[in-house]
């Protein structure tokens, strides 16, 4: 079979295998990749396959990296952050330069258009740009920044609180999103739906839900919801608990409804030890709120929006757009509790290619798979990592690499990864199109 990388043909030698849900998968001699029929990439780990093989531990892996990685330098992380302030001023001169606030007075003329695109075009970038910035105090919350926990604290309490991310609650969230990853019932963000929580009765009878949706809008129109939903709104919904958040409070006890919020120091989210820092980023939040208040009442509401909403709903739509697609796909494996170790969680983790984005992004797509290994790790030693990695992994067939764009992964994750059918035992997402219409039940 053949298959196009990157520009380049290759043609390897193939056999056919059954995939996870009984899809016929292309696998290659060489185990480099491995294809559903239709083309699409398959994870070439399957924990169901008598011959799956044995996992490495986490002091095995970092055996193979070399320790200079693991350096954190002040100075090579402040430079990251002065060069991307220094490209957000460049965005906002350019802006400034080119751009009226004020709404042209007949919205149907060309310069209407041109305003329009203008601003949006400005947003765009701009929230690319300070997704930067949102790496960087991620990188922060994970001690990777700088040696200096206190430092990296400091600096990353401002990059994020800047960006209206309540930064030590996050903090908090994200690293048991990194020591629960891909766990059904513990795990954090983007935690999958059971089939029951999807509205589907006995696995095949819509009964309500999401099911009801997807088929009263069908197939398409139901994955461009799934990403409206994720990129648009997703990530204000997550900070208030109202989703994709865990099963289970900070003290192992089923949640029973119970919203566990960024904000609320009090919240079943976090042990009571953390209450300050809890409320110190709210408070924080609180204060950068007011200050977007106030630069409303002097500047006015459109201006702000202008100039710093538009960019924020980009900044946030990069960010779940990550951690979305980092972490799903109908072929790699979603773990219940009895299932579930850390080095299977860690090594579920996708690579992608994003192209320009990567340079913006400081690589966090694409060098995913060191990241949540071993996320003391800075970024920028994270290219060196990722290649000793996918050395010993991927012979043994457990290094996961997506060529698809992220753009057509998305729309892919948008339209097969919806539920699960059960919390326990080794899942794999499903997708309600394969799901009967209830019309058609009926007349069978």
């Known amino acids: 079979w053949q298959i196009i990388i990157s520009g380049t043909f290759h043609t390897y030698a193939s056999t056919n295998t059954m995939g996870k849900g009984g899809q016929s998968v292309q696998s290659s001699s060489r185990n480099d990749i491995k294809t559903t029929k239709d083309g699409h990439w398959v994870s070439p780990y399957n924990p169901l396959d008598p011959k799956a093989p044995a996992l490495p531990s986490k002091g095995e892996i970092k055996a193979v990296i070399p320790k200079e990685c693991f350096e954190r330098s002040y100075f090579h992380s402040m430079y990251f952050v002065a060069r991307d302030t220094a490209l957000a001023a460049g965005c ?35 929230g690319c740009i300070l997704t930067g910035h949102w790496v960087l105090a991620h990188e922060c919350g994970h001690g ?41 019932m513990d795990g954090e963000s983007h935690v999958p739906n059971s089939k029951d929580e999807m509205g589907l009765k006995n696995g095949v009878e819509r009964h309500g839900g999401y099911a009801a949706i997807h088929e009263a809008i069908g197939d398409g129109p139901f994955a461009m919801l799934q990403i409206f939903a994720h990129l648009a709104i997703g990530w204000p919904l997550y900070l208030m608990g109202l989703a994709s958040t865990g099963r289970l409070g900070n003290d192992g006890k089923p949640l029973d409804g119970a919203v566990i919020d960024h904000y609320r120091p009090w919240s079943k989210m976090f042990p009571s030890k953390l209450r300050f820092k809890i409320a110190l980023s709210t408070i924080g939040v609180i204060a950068s709120w007011v200050g977007l208040y106030f630069a409303a009442q002097e500047y006015g509401a459109l201006p702000v929006t202008l100039w710093y909403m538009g960019p924020l709903v980009w900044n946030q739509a990069w960010l779940v757009l990550y951690t979305w697609l980092q972490h799903n796909d109908p072929s790699v494996p979603q773990y219940g509790p009895d299932e579930w170790t850390w080095v299977k969680g860690a090594l579920s983790t996708i690579d992608r290619p994003y192209g320009i984005f990567d340079f913006f992004h400081h690589k966090i797509g694409s060098t995913h798979v060191a990241h949540h290994l071993f996320h003391e790790m800075p970024f920028y030693k994270a290219d060196v990592a990722t290649a000793a990695i996918k050395a010993y992994l991927e012979p043994k067939g457990l290094y996961n690499y997506d060529p698809t764009p992220w753009y057509m992964a998305m729309w ?17 997402y499903k997708s309600l199109e394969d799901i009967p219409l209830s019309k058609d039940l009926k007349k069978d």
């Open 412 to 428: 892919r994750v948008a339209k097969t990864c919806h539920y699960i059918d059960d919390l326990e035992g080794i899942q794999y």
């Open 92 to 126: 906002v001169y350019i802006a400034h330069q080119t751009l009226s606030t004020d709404v042209p007075a007949d919205l149907a003329s060309v310069d209407a258009l041109k305003w329009f695109l203008g601003w949006n075009t400005y947003a765009f970038w701009m």
């Open 144 to 184: 990777a920044f700088s040696p200096s926990q206190t430092f990296n604290d400091f600096w990353g309490f401002i990059m994020h609180q800047a960006l209206l991310v309540p930064y030590f609650a996050w903090q908090y969230t994200h690293a048991k999103h990194h020591r629960r990853t891909n766990n059904t």
